[in-house]
């Protein structure tokens, strides 16, 4: 399947609203775009197919049904082979660009040695990128165009959903390849929920989220191998009422992940994903009569 290709972005992300927002849950899929701007495909080694493997791809598609629990979905349309969000705003690759990075930029992070900053230098399966060095205005120019517009509008749908319901759970939605899970740590897993090890959201929510999904037959770890990256970390704050998890779904549940088309399975996964959220829903506003969630 070959991805959408443009001259430029109109629009570079989009929030699915409900008619009215009734729940304190706000949904994000920062890494499934699959819109590749024509000069950022000219300027690869690589063809479309392979940039793709980078992309949590239809992870949007499934959980499109989200407004229908009354919360919103955020979604990103460009590719996170072309920048990633749930990094830092500057992590950034010095050997990557012509022209000097701004005295700010983290240039020596983990995720930055690995090739997987900001604007990555590979795509999932180690393949690199690009042909030649990028202008360093281009990086800046994205972070600027794409990044910034991006999370400030994830900040204020997050503060308007605490101001609104007294708290917000932000659910950062996620796809993990098969080949990351079941091999040689011996972890096997449909779903792997990131919680920062406990310090991104209330140990209330985890417990029934995993509860869900494994009442629908699915295996479910936790923050292994994936506890979650800057989103849950840096919109994580349980003290302040407001919570993040990141969920990464296997790949092999709902598509062939060498041609990239969904299997006849993917519906049932949606709708699963569906009822085990609105069992979530349902299940937290009985315990917040109880136990207020901003105080786990």
């Given at each position: 399947?070959?991805?959408?290709?443009?001259?430029?972005?109109?629009?570079?992300?989009?929030?699915?609203?409900?008619?009215?927002?009734?729940?304190?849950?706000?949904?994000?899929v920062p890494h499934a775009g699959a819109v590749y701007p024509?000069?950022?495909l000219a300027g690869s080694r690589l063809?479309?197919?392979a940039l793709r493997r980078s992309e949590d791809a239809f992870v949007d598609e499934l959980f499109a049904a989200v407004r229908s629990l009354g919360a919103p979905l955020m979604t990103a349309h460009f590719p996170r082979a072309y920048l990633d969000l749930n990094r830092e705003p500057y992590e950034l690759d010095s050997r990557m660009f012509d022209g000097r990075l701004p005295s700010?930029?983290?240039?020596?992070?983990?995720?930055?040695?690995?090739?997987?900053g900001t604007i990555p230098r590979i795509v999932a399966d180690g393949q690199e990128i690009y042909h030649s060095r990028l202008p360093v205005e281009e990086a800046l120019h994205r972070i600027e165009w794409l990044y910034?517009?991006?999370?400030?509008?994830?900040?204020?749908?997050?503060?308007?959903?605490?101001?609104?319901?007294?708290?917000?759970i932000l659910i950062d939605c996620h796809s993990m390849p098969s080949s990351s899970v079941g091999r040689d740590d011996g972890i096997k897993?449909?779903?792997v929920l990131g919680d920062r090890y406990g310090t991104s959201c209330s140990t209330l929510l985890v417990d029934l989220v995993e509860a869900a999904l494994r009442g629908r037959g699915y295996t479910v770890v936790r923050n292994k191998p994936y506890a979650?990256?800057?989103?849950?970390?840096?919109?994580?704050?349980?003290?302040l009422g407001r919570h993040a998890?990141?969920?990464?779904?296997?790949?092999?549940?709902?598509?062939?992940?060498?041609?990239?088309?969904?299997?006849?399975?993917?519906?049932?996964?949606?709708?699963?994903?569906i009822e085990a959220f609105a069992q979530v829903i349902a299940d937290i506003e009985g315990e917040l009569v109880t136990r207020p969630i901003a105080a786990e």
């Amino acid at each position: 399947m070959r991805p959408a290709i443009v001259d430029e972005f109109d629009p570079p992300f989009t929030v699915s609203e409900p008619e009215t927002q009734t729940i304190p849950f706000v949904f994000n899929v920062p890494h499934a775009g699959a819109v590749y701007p024509a000069s950022f495909l000219a300027g690869s080694r690589l063809d479309a197919i392979a940039l793709r493997r980078s992309e949590d791809a239809f992870v949007d598609e499934l959980f499109a049904a989200v407004r229908s629990l009354g919360a919103p979905l955020m979604t990103a349309h460009f590719p996170r082979a072309y920048l990633d969000l749930n990094r830092e705003p500057y992590e950034l690759d010095s050997r990557m660009f012509d022209g000097r990075l701004p005295s700010f930029a983290n240039t020596r992070s983990m995720r930055v040695a690995g090739g997987l900053g900001t604007i990555p230098r590979i795509v999932a399966d180690g393949q690199e990128i690009y042909h030649s060095r990028l202008p360093v205005e281009e990086a800046l120019h994205r972070i600027e165009w794409l990044y910034k517009p991006y999370h400030r509008t994830l900040r204020q749908l997050v503060r308007r959903t605490a101001q609104v319901f007294g708290h917000a759970i932000l659910i950062d939605c996620h796809s993990m390849p098969s080949s990351s899970v079941g091999r040689d740590d011996g972890i096997k897993a449909d779903i792997v929920l990131g919680d920062r090890y406990g310090t991104s959201c209330s140990t209330l929510l985890v417990d029934l989220v995993e509860a869900a999904l494994r009442g629908r037959g699915y295996t479910v770890v936790r923050n292994k191998p994936y506890a979650g990256g800057f989103i849950t970390e840096h919109y994580g704050e349980p003290a302040l009422g407001r919570h993040a998890l990141q969920i990464e779904l296997n790949r092999a549940l709902y598509m062939d992940e060498r041609s990239m088309q969904k299997k006849p399975a993917f519906p049932v996964l949606a709708d699963d994903l569906i009822e085990a959220f609105a069992q979530v829903i349902a299940d937290i506003e009985g315990e917040l009569v109880t136990r207020p969630i901003a105080a786990e």
